[in-house]
């Protein structure tokens, strides 16, 4: 009975309306799925194609090491701010979406690399040469330790040729003449004779009234040059590996057992000490070379090699000494000279004529000290000290982890953390970025301890490492935001900022009207003596002059060379304020040209190719869809 109440109830008009309305949604559903498309992945577009995430990622993280490696904590110190960190990323993509746009544009000129050009130059590459010679083994190690497989390096270096092969067109062809050089050299090293009389703002200071009105109006008015720094408080928990160490204990068995499996780290390479003869290219490389080839024939025919030294060699330092070098092993002098001198066999044997950045050399075997293992209690000390290092980070790294966890597992302070491995919470007073106390100085921990994040989280930090072999953890305790001190407090600096720019603005008044009486051809002379002002002359000023106040230099190279026997005279605001009428009398240009013309030619050349190069992408970008996808390049760290 129940089942047939159910079938009939699955007939009636309700039950059809409802049915109707599932199937909707169903369908609904499906069509919003085709709608909606499937997430987006990549930051960028260039024409429909993505630029990837991982690719971004990538160029991020070296780009990153690189300016790190070049600008070391400075680089750090920026990196603490977002917004800094976002243009950064926002520079990285835009050179990826640049070479994409170079790759279309090489593909649309049919540009190609073939695969015996691959070859040869993967061949060429010293990364894979051992002895001289291409290494298959080497190169398949390198690229997979880089991730790589042969075919992605392949294609990534035949995508790297056909880069160069459009921007060596674009920028191979540009040049600047040397005329364009010694007319740049002509500017850069003129100078100019000056003559300055200068009204110091502070000579004026004394009579002047200020009103609190005026007070609380310049207060408002530059309330950003009275602001307290934003502080903060903190504990912290340090861990380091040198009070580790302290404890650790190393035998003599302990080191001879290390040195028994390790003997290959207490190897010393093979030495050589030869004598040679140094033949400078000078003017004609050809005729050096054919000198050399006299020489050496010499010394095979029996001539003292020494005396040959002392009299050819312009290696004057060795030829004293009969051209006799000190003991070297490989890795140390350049590798044509090194080749040719662990290629001789015994002692007296003579190398043929060696080519090399500094000439051609002869070179005499004199030496061979083989490989051999140093003994072990020549090394016994430095191997304990080795051995209590490597089980100090050993021991430290699992501490470190401990504290990791432990500061995880109980973020609300960091005692329970401190308990457990029987450290002291180590609290601060409120410190701001600039005043940070060691160990805190440093810029990954001023991230963190001055992050709002964690701030409003109230949780311990992770655990953040240092140099030196020490890590923290840490938990605000406090913050004060940045804010602008009181009025009472900087009363006194604010009286004395207005008091200041009075004086000056009387300062300038004073230099207008010397200035307007120079231009008239008057003197000046008496009113000089009655301001107690002087006339200070400066012969031969150039434009990279560092005793003289920089924007006064700026100016003066600005101002029109005399006329008709007249000086140029301009009123210049110096930056202390300090007004300075400036008189022009004479510009000194070189006669000859200096020896920076050669340099500014390949300089101007580079700019030009710059310019092209720009002017390039300018012109691919206005041509090209790019869409950038915020969202997902902020995620890319």
């Known amino acids: 009975m129940m089942l047939d109440k159910l079938r ?32 987006r992945t990549a930051p960028a577009t260039v024409n429909g194609n993505d630029i990837s995430a991982p690719a971004l990622e990538n160029a991020y993280r070296n780009e990153r090491a690189r300016m790190e490696s070049q600008m070391g904590e400075a680089f750090n110190q920026l990196a603490a701010n977002p917004d ?111 003559r300055l009389i200068r009204l110091a703002a502070s000579a004026y200071v004394d009579g002047i009234e200020v009103s609190d009105a005026e007070v609380e109006q310049s207060y408002k008015a530059n309330s950003a040059r009275f602001m307290n720094d934003e502080t903060v408080k903190v504990d912290y928990l340090l861990l380091d590996a040198a009070n580790l160490g302290k404890n650790i204990k190393v035998t003599e068995q302990d080191a001879q057992d290390y040195y028994d499996q390790h003997q290959d780290l207490f190897q010393r390479p093979e030495r050589r000490q030869v004598a040679h003869i140094l033949i400078p290219f000078g003017k004609d490389e050809k005729a050096a070379e054919q000198k050399a080839e006299a020489v050496l024939a010499k010394a095979k025919a029996g001539d003292d090699f020494a005396a040959l030294a002392k009299a050819d060699s312009s290696d004057t330092f060795s030829a004293k000494k009969g051209g006799e070098l000190d003991w070297f092993e490989k890795g140390v002098m350049d590798p044509a000279f090194e080749k040719a001198a662990f290629a001789l066999a015994k002692a007296g044997d003579l190398s043929a004529v060696v080519k090399s950045p500094f000439g051609f050399h002869i070179i005499k075997l004199l030496g061979v000290e083989p490989a051999k293992t ?49 450290l002291q919470v180590q609290s601060t007073g409120y410190f701001s970025q600039a005043d940070a106390p060691a160990p805190l100085n440093d810029p990954k921990v001023l991230s963190v301890a001055f992050s709002e994040q964690l701030r409003d989280d109230n949780t311990n930090s992770d655990v953040i490492e240092l140099a030196d072999g020490k890590a923290l953890v840490l938990h605000i305790m406090g913050h004060q935001p940045k804010a602008a001190k009181p009025l009472a407090e900087v009363k006194e600096q604010v009286i004395t900022v207005i008091k200041h720019d009075k004086a000056s603005e009387v300062a300038r008044g004073k230099a207008q009207g ?46 029109p060379h005399p006329t008709d026997g007249k000086p140029s005279v301009e009123l210049v605001t110096e930056a202390n304020g300090d007004r300075v009428v400036v008189a022009l009398d004479k510009v000194n240009v070189i006669k000859e040209p200096s020896q920076m013309v050669s340099l500014l030619q390949g300089q101007l050349g580079q700019g030009k190719a710059q310019a092209d190069y720009k002017s390039l992408i300018d012109e691919l970008r206005k041509a090209a869809k790019i869409e950038y996808f915020t969202d997902v390049e902020a995620t890319v760290e």
């Open 8 to 39: 009939e109830g699955a007939q009636g008009k309700v039950a059809k309306v409802i049915l109707g309305l599932i199937i909707l949604s169903f369908a609904l559903a499906g069509v919003g799925s085709y709608l909606n498309g499937p997430a």
């Open 84 to 194: 800094y960190m976002k243009q950064f990323r926002r520079g990285v993509l835009d050179r990826l979406i640049d070479q994409a746009l170079i790759d279309d544009k090489a593909r649309s000129l049919g540009l190609r690399v073939s695969d015996e050009q691959i070859k040869l130059a993967i061949v060429a590459m010293p990364e894979f040469a051992e002895n001289g010679k291409f290494s298959n083994d080497r190169y398949l190690q390198l690229i997979r330790r880089a991730g790589m497989t042969p075919e992605m390096f392949r294609d990534s270096l035949r995508q790297d040729m056909v880069r160069q092969q459009l921007m060596g067109a674009v920028l191979g062809s540009e040049f600047a003449l040397k005329g364009e050089a010694e007319q740049l050299d002509r500017l850069y090293n003129q100078t100019r004779d000056l």
């Open 374 to 422: 140093k003994p072990f209690v020549d090394v016994m000390s430095d191997t304990i000290a080795r051995l209590q290092s490597e089980k100090a980070k050993e021991q430290f790294f699992a501490e470190q982890q401990k504290m990791a966890d432990s500061s995880f597992e109980n973020p609300d302070s960091l005692d329970l953390t401190a308990e457990a491995m029987g």
């Open 514 to 559: 010397l200035l307007d009486k120079l231009k008239a051809g008057e003197n000046v002379q008496a009113d000089l003596t009655a301001l107690g002002l002087k006339v200070d002359t400066h012969t031969g000023v150039s434009r990279f002059a560092q005793e003289m106040d920089q924007n006064l230099v700026t100016q003066a190279f600005r101002m």
